[in-house]
T-cell receptor, first 118, second 114 residues
């Protein structure tokens, strides 16, 4: 069984400060890794994903995450946050196992609420 | 591409009543998922369809829950004899194929059982 741990339930930061949201996972199989963002009163949006290749992946709005297999981590970082980044961020994993009818269902962490203050 | 549409957005019901939610996925997506999200938690997987076939169900999906996707397009999730513990956000998502392409989520249906 897979599990995801997001150690920080809330992260308050000031505008233009750097931020790191931590994510660790546990799995007995190879995984795909994702970060989703949920703005207030909206659905989940895919922020970025790691499938294979370069362990550093980037989003279009300045976030990046690095897959570290030895530490089973996929931490999310941004060097300078904006007020508009205030949202809840979810880390998720799905397995790569190629089974017929396999769902690739996502297992989510509990989320980290990022609050950017002026 | 109009995204994943869920209706209704909000539903308030009395305990013991039946409720039904609808999800319209992105038209070319053959994979459809239902998740449940309670306050302070991440979404939890409920069930998965590939076209019209329901291929996986979570243990969270008790016998009071049933989901269908009759023609491989829209899907419905019904909860019979609702309980207060069923209060949650019910999320639908769709995906075009395997390979870690991620999902497109709908905005969800928020159920409140009073």
């Amino acid at each position: 069984a897979q599990s995801v741990t997001q150690l920080d339930s809330q992260v308050p930061v000031f505008e233009e400060a750097p931020v790191e949201l931590r994510c660790n996972y546990s799995s007995s199989v190879s995984v795909y890794l994702f970060w989703y963002v949920q703005y207030p009163n909206q659905g989940l949006q895919l922020l970025l994903k790691y499938l294979s290749g370069s362990t550093l992946v980037e989003s279009i709005n300045g976030f990046e995450a690095e897959f570290n297999k030895s530490q089973t981590s996929f931490h999310l970082r941004k060097p300078s946050v904006h007020i508009s980044d205030t949202a809840e961020y979810f880390c998720a994993v799905s397995d790569r196992k190629e089974t017929q009818g396999g769902s690739e269902k996502l297992v989510f962490g509990k989320g980290t609420k990022l609050t950017v203050n002026p | 591409d109009t995204g994943v549409s869920q209706n209704p957005r909000h539903k308030i019901t009395k305990r013991g009543q039946n409720v039904t939610f609808r999800c319209d996925p992105i038209s070319e997506h053959n994979r459809l998922y239902w998740y449940r999200q309670t306050l302070g938690q991440g979404p939890e997987f409920l069930t998965y369809f590939q076209n019209e076939a329901q291929l996986e169900k979570s243990r969270l999906l008790s016998d009071r829950f049933s989901a269908e996707r009759p023609k491989g397009s829209f899907s419905t999730l019904e909860i019979q004899r609702t309980e207060q513990g069923d209060s949650a956000m019910y999320l639908c998502a769709s995906s075009p194929r395997r390979g870690g392409h991620g999902y497109t989520f709908g905005s969800g249906t928020r159920l409140t059982v009073v």
